[in-house]
């Protein structure tokens, strides 16, 4: 049973690039999730899927970002114009549907450096 | 909203040492769900428990321990007998009710915990 992937690990870019992150869930599981984490705190949320649908967008996810999710599969976190200030962890996590099943489990992260 | 706090930001003990972890949390939901997280230097998170807030029962799993307490909004994480791998960054954190939008998790800043040989 393979885990949560991610791709790339680390992304390297220019201010005002556009970049493109790829999250592959674990198999079956319906609802996705991606998080940024910034040195020093926690993971801080950004945007949910079930399935194919982007349910919820945190007030984080500038006009910037967006995040796709076709077929309900994989998902995508694109971010237009890149600033300083995106630099960070972008985790993706998934979990199972129903109402036993709680539990996100999370990818390695790509690490953004915008320089 | 929600809010979970750990006041304790690095802790350091020397192997074989029993350790807590602290975690207040705040919400308004009835119903929630409690989580721990581990972050070792490698930095993927790794899934370690969930509780629900209608199931108080503490747990232990090997060296691992947790203290569910709703009187005090207190989730608190013991590691007895500590090893230099526990060594990690250590996050509780909170989600609502339900299985749609407010499953989002909620995090607290971490407790970086070193174990010294």
């Known amino acids: 049973d393979t885990g949560v992937s991610q791709d790339p690990r680390h992304k390297i870019t220019k201010r005002g690039q556009n970049v493109t992150f790829r999250c592959d869930p674990i198999s079956e599981h319906n609802r996705l999730y991606w998080y940024r984490q910034t040195l020093g705190q926690g993971p801080e949320f950004l945007t949910y899927f079930q399935n194919e649908a982007q349910l919820e967008k945190s007030r984080l996810l500038s006009d910037r970002f967006s995040a796709e999710r076709p077929k309900g599969s994989f998902s995508t976190l694109e971010i237009q114009r890149t600033e300083q200030g995106d630099s960070a962890m972008y985790l993706c996590?998934?979990?199972?549907?129903?109402?036993?099943?709680?539990?996100?489990?999370f990818g390695p992260g790509t690490r953004l450096t915008v320089t | 909203a929600q809010k979970v706090t750990q006041a304790q930001t690095e802790i350091s003990v020397v192997e074989k040492e029993d350790v807590t972890l602290d975690c207040v949390y705040e919400t308004r939901d009835t119903t929630y769900y409690l989580f721990w997280y581990k972050q070792p230097p490698s930095g993927e998170l790794v899934f370690l428990i969930r509780r629900n807030s209608f199931d108080e029962q503490n747990e232990i799993s090997g060296r691992y321990s947790w203290n569910f307490q709703k009187s005090t909004s207190s989730f608190n994480f013991t590691i007895t007998a500590s090893q230099v791998v526990d060594s990690a960054v250590y996050f509780c954190a909170l989600s609502g009710p339900g299985t749609g939008a407010n499953s989002k998790l909620t995090f607290g800043k971490g407790i970086t915990l070193s174990v010294r040989p």
């Open positions: 996590a998934s979990r199972a549907g129903g109402t036993l099943a709680y539990e996100q489990y």
